[in-house]
């Protein structure tokens, strides 16, 4: 079991830079792989980046690959996302989400790999 509680979401102008915040509680973070996703009104959840236990192996969606960066610091239970050169297709609700997951290497892609999710935080990118 594990609680997540995003912060660092607002209103960013076009090719501004955003940071997000991801705190995870309990003392086995290092134990799940991490990841964000976003959502924008009427559409699906979609994943942004993803990024392995120990912070090895790394995903991003193609749509964000070259602006957005993940990390972790699993001594602080943290993850991370940089996003740069932002643009108003980035705008949307951004969730931290954590899987249980036994090998060091895979990271959630698609929300049904879930195990837990945030509650969000609010992404405005402004033309």
């Known amino acids: 079991q594990v609680q997540l509680v995003e912060s660092g979401g607002g209103l960013v102008p076009a090719g501004g830079s955003l940071s997000l915040s991801c705190a995870a509680s309990g003392r086995t973070f290092s134990r799940y792989a991490m990841g964000w996703f976003r959502q924008a009104p009427g559409k699906e959840r979609e994943i942004v980046g993803a990024i392995s236990r120990s912070g090895g192996s790394i995903y991003y969606a193609d749509s964000v690959k070259g602006r957005f960066v993940i990390s972790r610091d699993n001594a602080k239970n943290m993850v991370y996302l940089q996003m740069n050169s932002q643009k108003p297709e980035d705008t949307g609700i951004y969730y931290c989400?954590?899987?249980?997951?036994?090998?060091?290497?895979?990271?959630?892609?698609?929300?049904?790999?879930?195990?837990?999710w945030g509650q969000g935080t609010q992404v405005t990118v402004s033309s």
């Open positions: 989400a954590a899987t249980q997951q036994a090998s060091v290497s895979r990271v959630p892609t698609y929300p049904g790999a879930v195990d837990y």
